[in-house]
């Protein structure tokens, strides 16, 4: 009954914000794309970990309390109308064909060069396949080496002597994500045979280098660049938007393929279990663990960080910056203990509730709101063309998406990266600035 109350204010604070915002129109704005992943990678997680730790279900109402601090910061603060879709538009079909081509070939260049020097060569995931496909390896021998590049590129600069993947390894995602969206917003403004090819090479080489460690979710992300692209240019309904959801959970197949779990089920066949397993991942995944920090703060483990690993999590994004381990690694050694790589990655809930309790959690979704709200206003005041404001926007919309994962952070780093990549072009080709935007 609990639950059910805490999803129905949820949803009621949802749907008057979407009136407010769109006026019932479907559209992956960032108001919509945070509400989406909330509801599907937040809220189903969160409460099973309730339940399945057997954690007191009061703790319920932080859902509908986060949300609506989200809520407040994205609607009141600063207005309530943006018309974001309306600018993004606008800018995109006065974008020249030129230009958006010159933007994709050197977020291309980027992301192939950074690439090959984060992998060393040819990433692992493509040689193993290789092997593989010519019954050279067995699955579980192609899923553990997999697992093991996985961990050495992602926690090895946590762990070990790594030193520089971790940036090598943002610098691909970022890239890829403008490449994407560059692609993307190219062949729906043109709609050539030109355009098209270009969209499938930066979806297949973002592939290539993205997945190239056996990450799955990665790569999800770089390809929700596509389907904003699709929301604002083309007539998005429910139908479509079901029909997306599936492709995603066939692209969660494919690339689960690669971990050690998911090979030997492959292995025995049990497409069941599979399915499930997917399923699981992607409506459960890391919110699970929400309810652990819950639980590390009433047990006594850990003490209220009052702004701590909010400190922590911007102090990890600056090269060379000796930092505590995250969040994960100390909520795994109270669940789990021992001495491990492995993480206990829970959603902003679980950073933002260790550090200030319920109150913090409201503050922190108030804070994203806000960032949410007046981030995509950069593209009004950066000196670029329209074709690259139109690409930026996108970008930002996306880093707003996952600001439900990764926080005032990653979403604050991922919107930087992308504006130095953007930044970067157009310094170095000389890109013409508009005499007039509005």
Not at 23 to 29: A, I, P, Q, S, V
Not at 145 to 173: D, M, T
Not at 368 to 397: D, E, H, M, T
Request: charged share 10%; proline share 2%; net charge positive.
């Amino acid at each position: 009954m609990v639950e059910l109350v805490a999803v129905s204010l949820t949803l009621i604070y949802f749907l008057i914000g979407w009136r407010i915002d769109l006026k019932w129109k479907l559209m992956l704005n960032p108001f919509m794309i945070f509400s989406a992943y909330y509801f599907l990678r937040v809220i189903p997680g969160f409460f099973y970990g309730l339940n399945f730790y057997g954690v007191d279900n009061l703790y319920s109402f932080i859902i509908p309390l986060s949300y609506f601090g989200f809520f407040m910061g994205y609607f009141f603060l600063l207005g309530v109308k943006s018309k974001t879709h309306y600018c993004v538009c606008d800018f995109a079909k006065k974008g020249g064909s030129g230009d958006y081509e010159r933007l994709y070939f050197f977020s291309l260049f980027l992301l192939v060069v950074s690439g090959f020097i984060l992998y060393k060569g040819m990433p692992p995931s493509i040689s193993v396949a290789v092997d593989f496909a010519g019954n050279n390896m067995s699955a579980s021998d192609a899923a553990a080496i997999i697992s093991e590049a996985r961990r050495s590129i992602s926690k090895g600069h946590i762990f070990s002597s790594g030193a520089g993947s971790g940036v090598l390894r943002e610098v691909v995602f970022c890239t890829a994500i403008v490449a994407v969206t560059s692609g993307s917003v190219y062949y729906f403004t043109n709609r050539n045979r030109r355009s098209l090819f270009l969209l499938f090479l930066a979806v297949f080489v973002s592939y290539f280098f993205v997945s190239g460690d056996g990450t799955r979710g990665r790569f999800v992300v770089v390809m929700t660049a596509l389907i904003i692209s699709y929301s604002i240019f083309c007539n998005l309904n429910v139908k479509k938007a079901l029909l997306g959801l599936v492709l995603v959970v066939c692209l969660s197949i494919l690339l689960g393929a690669y971990t050690n779990k998911m090979a030997t089920l492959v292995e025995s066949g049990a497409w069941g279990e599979i399915i499930l397993s997917v399923l699981e991942r992607i409506f459960i995944g890391n919110s699970i663990n929400d309810a652990i920090s819950i639980m590390s703060i009433e047990s006594g483990y850990l003490d209220y960080g009052y702004g701590y690993w909010l400190a922590r999590d911007f102090g990890a994004l600056i090269p060379g910056l000796s930092v505590d381990k995250p969040l994960a690694y100390h909520l795994y050694l109270f669940h789990i203990g021992g001495d491990s790589t492995t993480y206990l990655t829970g959603t902003t809930i679980s950073r933002a509730f260790v550090d200030g309790g319920i109150a913090g959690v409201v503050f922190y979704f108030f804070c994203l709101g806000l960032l949410s709200k007046v981030l995509w206003k950069i593209i009004f005041f950066v000196p670029f063309n329209y074709s690259q404001r139109a690409v930026l926007a996108i970008c930002l919309w996306l880093a707003i998406g996952q600001g439900y994962v990764s926080g005032l952070p990653g979403v604050i780093f991922i919107s930087a990266m992308v504006l130095l990549v953007i930044l970067l072009q157009w310094s170095f080709l000389g890109m013409v600035t508009p005499r007039k935007v509005r």
